[in-house]
């Protein structure tokens, strides 16, 4: 859903606005004042906020500064099915699992403070992360340290993906994530999701014949899982917090987690890098494991062989197009970016890239 820019909360307004809200809604801010809210600079599905507070009342008396994190939907929405309640339920319900998240404060629908819905969640202090602009290659801590580093953070973001797939739907009850189809959660689903969303995305224009060939190739492979599971949707490392020793303390993003063949989220892990990737090829960059190490490493944490993986690794192609045809569209890019999708799928067909498993 698309917010009337006009009703939005303007940035420069925002700390003025959230200080009598944090008041309101955090006992420990109750004499605090917002001192500055920043956006942060990545991001195009979720609007993000650093919100530093001072005031803020701690257990001893004392008080301090202490920043909190605001998010709010984008103005231009890149998901047909946007939901940021939906991010908030499923970090909420997170909190008592193995999965670690941030702590969500509060979410609010109504749109009469900021003029669209908005959460609240705590800051994760004294993390490092891995950035998508520059690509994390290029610049950043991903590239700057060593062939070790590099696998360390890797293996880390694998390691996450298998905790968040032990993540038990009943018990946590994540069951409100089925897609929004008809069908049942799976293959199917997730191919008829690609396809209505896709067509939303195109709004009525032809559809690139690269992205529709893979649409038609889901239909005709259709399989049944072994498991059904919680899956992350974004699972990357630029959606997890690190610690120091570059071990992740907090999964992040939540726009896209819905119940399906669990294995999709490594096809996505990989997609995203090798599109993402400077080098000759597509290469991972010096000291990243392979696909084949890659999808080794997943089964050995959860303990059983993924399968399917063509079938995921196009489907994952089609799913980051989706928001790269609504941004090509609104930035008059003349179709580059789904491309750049296109070219992925018919890399996988052609046997061209490594997706080893």
């Known amino acids: 859903m698309e917010h009337d820019v006009e009703q939005r909360c303007a940035e420069t307004d925002l700390a003025e606005v959230l200080t009598p809200i944090l008041r309101a809604r955090l006992a420990e801010a109750a ?7 920043v956006r942060t600079e990545t991001g195009y599905s979720t609007e993000t906020f650093i919100v530093t507070v001072d005031g803020v009342a701690e257990p001893d008396t004392r008080s301090r500064t202490r920043r909190y994190v605001l998010r709010r939907p ?13 991010q908030f339920r499923v970090m909420h319900r997170l909190t008592e699992s193995d999965v670690p998240v941030p702590r969500v404060r509060f979410f609010e629908a109504d749109p009469a403070d900021l003029g669209t819905p908005y959460l609240v969640m705590d800051f994760v202090d004294s993390v490092y992360t891995v950035g998508d602009v520059p690509p994390y290659h290029q610049a950043g801590i991903f590239a700057d340290t060593d062939d070790a580093g590099r696998a360390r953070l890797w293996n880390g973001c694998v390691d996450m993906i298998a905790r968040i797939h032990r993540a038990d739907v009943g018990r946590d009850r994540l069951g409100f994530l089925r897609l929004n189809t008809d069908s049942s959660p799976g293959p199917e689903g997730l191919a008829r999701y690609l396809r209505t969303s896709i067509e939303w995305a195109y709004a009525g224009e032809p559809i690139h014949p690269g992205l529709l060939g893979g649409l038609d190739w889901l239909d005709a492979h259709l399989y049944e899982p072994r498991r059904i599971g919680l899956c992350w949707g974004d699972a990357r490392m630029s959606n997890l917090l690190f610690g120091r020793d570059f071990e992740p303390v907090a999964a992040l993003d939540w726009e896209m987690a819905y119940l399906g063949d669990q294995a999709a989220d490594i096809a996505w892990m990989l997609t995203t890098d090798w599109i993402s990737s400077p080098h000759e090829g597509h290469a991972p960059s010096p000291g990243v494991p392979t696909a084949a190490e890659t999808i080794a490493r997943y089964e050995d944490a959860v303990g059983g062989r993924v399968e399917h993986m063509t079938f995921h690794f196009i489907s994952s192609a089609l799913l980051l197009g989706l928001p790269l045809i609504r941004l090509d569209r609104s930035m008059g890019l003349g179709g580059l970016l789904p491309e750049v999708c296109a070219n992925r799928i018919e890399a996988v067909l052609g046997g061209e890239c490594d997706t080893a498993g």
């Open 74 to 86: 984008p103005r231009l929405a890149i998901l047909p099915d946007y939901d940021l309640e939906k």
């Open 31 to 37: 004499s605090a004042d917002v001192i500055s809210c």
